[in-house]
């Protein structure tokens, strides 16, 4: 959340749909119920494990941005067993999100301590 204050939401989920972290920005209204955010973290496990795939052809995924009216949605897997996913306020500038995002991965998993 620190990343960028046009960040609404982000959470950390695994493969299988269980959410390990999760953290909404104060002030900030939720546009979908708590059953669309879980059906939305679906898709986008759905949509990680299609893009695996083909990765053995073309690499591995680095991330994915979607923008809709509303928002932008961020996805990257952080490992093989899970994805961060971070919504931001559709006037973000997502470059330099998605650029921290990944110097944070990068840090994580280099990191002694990992991945928790």
Same mark, same amino acid.
């Given at each position: 959340?620190?990343i960028d *204050?046009k +960040? !609404?939401?982000?959470?950390?989920?695994?493969?299988?749909? #269980?959410?390990?972290?999760s953290?909404?920005?104060?002030g900030?209204?939720?546009?979908l119920s708590?059953e669309?955010s879980?059906?939305?973290?679906? %898709?986008? +496990?759905n949509?990680?494990?299609?893009r695996?795939?083909?990765?053995? #052809?073309?690499? !591995?995924?680095?991330?994915?941005?979607?923008?809709?009216? #509303?928002i932008?949605? +961020?996805?990257? *897997? %952080? $490992?093989?067993?899970? +994805?961060?996913?971070?919504?931001?306020?559709?006037?973000? $500038?997502?470059? *330099?999100?998605?650029y921290?995002?990944? !110097? %944070? #991965?990068?840090?994580?998993?280099?990191?002694?301590?990992?991945? *928790?």
């Open positions: 959340m620190a *204050p +960040i !609404r939401f982000a959470t950390i989920f695994d493969m299988g749909g #269980k959410v390990l972290y953290s909404h920005r104060e900030v209204e939720n546009f708590p669309e879980q059906k939305s973290l679906q %898709l986008a +496990i949509a990680w494990k299609s695996n795939e083909v990765s053995d #052809k073309i690499g !591995r995924g680095k991330y994915a941005l979607v923008e809709y009216e #509303k932008k949605r +961020i996805t990257m *897997p %952080l $490992d093989f067993d899970h +994805i961060l996913y971070i919504t931001t306020d559709v006037e973000a $500038d997502h470059a *330099p999100i998605i921290r995002a990944l !110097r %944070l #991965k990068q840090d994580m998993l280099h990191s002694p301590e990992g991945f *928790p």
